[in-house]
């Protein structure tokens, strides 16, 4: 019998035996380092050719509420911040091939993985930063932030429709969509949601230019968003415990929920394995 059925019958079996071993079990509670205090980021400016200059972040959500009609969620984002600095330096940015970008769309051609936004996002801390630590952290933080912050918040002038904020709980464009409308009662394919997105768009570009401008002036705070159920579940999971199993920052429970078997042998069937 594999694991996952033993747990599933021995979580059957307790239903019925009483509350005495929930008890017991927190008994095994494993201690896990928390991690959740904002820190600041040292980083050492390198010239890859790819310079950046500080950009006014409303300006730049403006503009790629503009520009998202032409290509959408990841185009948008990307030639937001680029035109300005196209406008400021040249080349090599004045001929960035942006049609490109307009793959994102629909977490990424429509197949609803990755939302463009983000990975929109993504795509500029890699041009500019060549650190992989430090481009992992800024990419880490904004992840987050879209996963937990409501949006949108970006309004444009002369906004027609009221939409309404809510936490996305996913970086996928699937579960962020559908988690969106259902929050606010719409369907995928009305207006509201369409809107939202290049909404979303907008705070998006407008937070990526804020950390860039941060960590250009040397003031850039990491971990502003830490997650502390992916740190818990990590704690056993991820490679520093003993089941090495996963690897991820993603919310975890975008997709898992807690088995009744889970919660009550987790733990102690954890403090007796093996490492793995
Ligand atoms: C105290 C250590 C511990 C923590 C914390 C922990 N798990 Fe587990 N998890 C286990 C053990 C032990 C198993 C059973 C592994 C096996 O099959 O041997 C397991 C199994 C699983 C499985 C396999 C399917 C199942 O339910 O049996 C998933 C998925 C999972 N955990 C997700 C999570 C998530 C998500 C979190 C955070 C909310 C989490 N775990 C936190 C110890 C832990
Ligand atoms: C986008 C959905 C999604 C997210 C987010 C996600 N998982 Fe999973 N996870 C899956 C799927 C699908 C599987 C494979 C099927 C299964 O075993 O349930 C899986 C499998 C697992 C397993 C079982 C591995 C094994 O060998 O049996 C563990 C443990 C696990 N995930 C933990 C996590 C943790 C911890 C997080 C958060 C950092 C996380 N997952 C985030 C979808 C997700």
Not at 23 to 49: M, V
Request: charged share 20%; net charge neutral; with cysteine.
């Amino acid at each position: 019998m594999d694991r996952r059925k033993a747990m599933k019958i021995a979580a059957g079996a307790i239903a019925g035996s009483g509350a005495g071993l929930f008890a017991l079990s927190k008994a095994f509670k494993p201690g896990y380092p928390i991690d959740l205090e904002p820190r600041s980021l040292e980083y050492t400016h390198s010239d890859n050719g790819w310079q950046y200059s500080p950009l006014n972040p409303a300006e730049t959500a403006s503009l790629a509420y503009d520009l998202y009609p032409n290509g959408s969620c990841m185009y948008a984002i990307f030639r937001s911040v680029i035109s300005q600095l196209a406008d400021k330096f040249g080349e090599p940015y004045a001929s960035f091939p942006y049609h490109m970008f307009s793959y994102g769309h629909g977490g990424i051609g429509g197949f609803g993985t990755v939302c463009g936004a983000l990975n929109g996002a993504a795509a500029l801390i890699g041009l500019f930063i060549t650190e992989r630590a430090v481009s992992d952290r800024l990419i880490t933080d904004i992840f987050q932030w879209q996963e937990t912050e409501p949006l949108p918040k970006f309004k444009p002038v002369d906004a027609e429709l009221e939409l309404p904020a809510f936490t996305a709980n996913s970086v996928l464009c699937h579960a962020s969509n559908t988690n969106w409308s259902k929050d606010a009662g719409v369907t995928i394919n009305s207006k509201e949601r369409r809107e939202r997105c290049r909404r979303l768009t907008c705070d998006v570009a407008a937070k990526t230019v804020e950390s860039l401008n941060a960590l250009y002036n040397n003031d850039y705070l990491t971990n502003t968003h830490g997650n502390e159920t992916v740190q818990s579940c990590m704690a056993c999971h991820g490679d520093q415990g003993k089941m090495k199993n996963t690897a991820g920052r993603m919310s975890c429970n975008s997709c898992h929920t807690e088995s009744a078997g889970h919660r009550v042998f987790s733990d102690i069937h954890y403090k007796l394995m093996k490492e793995k």
